[in-house]
């Protein structure tokens, strides 16, 4: 039998509410069954966890990670994909979406049924990063591999995979990028990424029912007084906003200037990390692109920015380094937006009953002591009592 866990003397935050409060938390049957002060813990059957002086909060969501712990997802084996999750939750990623990007359909596919065939609990989906992107906002994508948005081509790499695609990203202003949108609705979020879309083009994609700007910034049209871009039309919208807060993709700020543009709602802390994080300086691969790591910066030969080494951990504690915004909106970032945005929030996101336990407790330097997937304790750095 799963036995039960309690959480005890936790500072238990709330994304939801924007709020922080003494608490426990007890946990049965993979859900968070009670939130407050929980008397009776005389059962033999529970495990507890003193989170004195920690936060608790709902575990990280990811919407965008290539590989990590030395693996790449878009070569992994069903082995390599628990290697790398079981990296991610010493950083406090309890959900993520395996990102592949531009790729020949045939392989996209292979490694979709790899990941289908897994169906670890951590993994919420796919996120399809391309193969329908502009040539010159490419970054690191293979030329060779990029496709005009053309439905054939599209209905060929999702046909059997609409379940687990969860995100495409698309330059959606290319020809027959319309058609392209209006047949992802029915199946994933639609991205707008690696675009030269205007900023009049943008407003459209937003109106017709784009969902996500991908790591805003990075690979779209900037901003520009008199031609806002892509980057003005996503400042000017409510559309939901990904970003990769690691002092590299952005400027801190230029992460202030998001924050005090945009709802808290509608931005989504991304790592984009690549199979080097945690791995340190080096050549790896992103795909079938050579990737040199040097001083923590991931660059292709033609000196591009070719992903992260960032984990979410990391990225929640620059983002409150480098704005004003308090630790729950913060946390809101990396849990009840990206679960939002997958329409996950009536399960993952928040600390209440009836949730899934998806919890990452952690202490006032963002070290994470404790990450907890379905109930389970999937990392710890300390014990866990038994009575």
């Not at 406090?92 to 609990?121: A, E, W």
């Not at 379940?163 to 202003?173: G, H, K, P, R, T």
């Not at 559309?239 to 400027?251: K, P, Q, R, T």
Request: hydrophobic content about 40%.
């Amino acid at each position: 039998m799963h036995p039960s866990l309690i959480i005890q003397n936790g500072q238990v935050v709330s994304p939801k509410t924007g709020s922080i409060a003494r608490s426990d938390l007890f946990i049965r049957h993979h859900q968070i069954e009670q939130v407050g002060k929980i008397d009776d813990t005389s059962s033999k059957n529970t495990h507890f966890i003193n989170a004195e002086n920690l936060y608790v909060s709902p575990g990280f969501i990811d919407l965008q990670v290539n590989g990590g712990g030395g693996y790449d997802f878009l070569q992994a084996t069903s082995t390599e994909i628990d290697a790398i999750i079981n990296f991610y939750y010493q950083h406090g990623t309890t959900g993520l979406l395996p990102t592949l990007i531009t790729n020949p359909i045939s392989h996209l596919r292979k490694i979709m049924d790899v990941i289908k065939q897994k169906n670890h609990p951590s993994v919420l989906g796919v996120h399809l990063e391309g193969p329908f992107i502009a040539e010159s906002k490419r970054g690191t994508h293979n030329l060779n591999h990029i496709l005009k948005p053309d439905l054939d081509p599209l209905r060929s790499l999702i046909d059997g995979f609409q379940d687990l695609i969860q995100v495409i990203s698309f330059a959606a202003e290319q020809p027959g990028g319309w058609e392209l949108l209006d047949e992802i609705k029915k199946i994933a979020i639609p991205a707008l990424g690696h675009s030269e879309a205007t900023y009049e083009q943008t407003i459209e994609f937003v109106n017709r029912g784009g969902r996500l700007m991908t790591h805003l910034f990075n690979a779209m049209t900037e901003l520009h007084h008199r031609q806002p871009g892509a980057v003005g039309a996503a400042l000017d919208t409510d559309v939901m906003v990904s970003l990769i807060v690691d002092a590299i993709h952005l400027h801190p700020a230029i992460v202030r200037l998001v924050v005090e543009s945009k709802d808290i709602k509608n931005i989504c802390l991304v790592t984009d990390a690549i199979s080097a994080a945690g791995m340190g300086d080096g050549t790896w691969s992103l795909g079938d692109v050579t990737v040199n790591v040097e001083n923590g910066i991931a660059k292709s030969d033609d000196q591009t920015l070719a992903g992260s080494l960032l984990t979410l951990d990391q990225a929640l504690k620059n983002l409150v380094s480098f704005t004003s915004i308090s630790l729950p909106d913060a946390v809101r970032t990396v849990t009840l937006n990206p679960a939002m945005l997958l329409g996950l929030d009536q399960r993952k996101g928040d600390l209440q009953a009836g949730f899934d336990a998806d919890i990452v407790i952690f202490d006032q330097d963002f070290n994470v002591h404790y990450t907890i997937v379905m109930g389970k304790v999937v990392y710890s750095r300390e014990t866990v009592n038994t009575p």
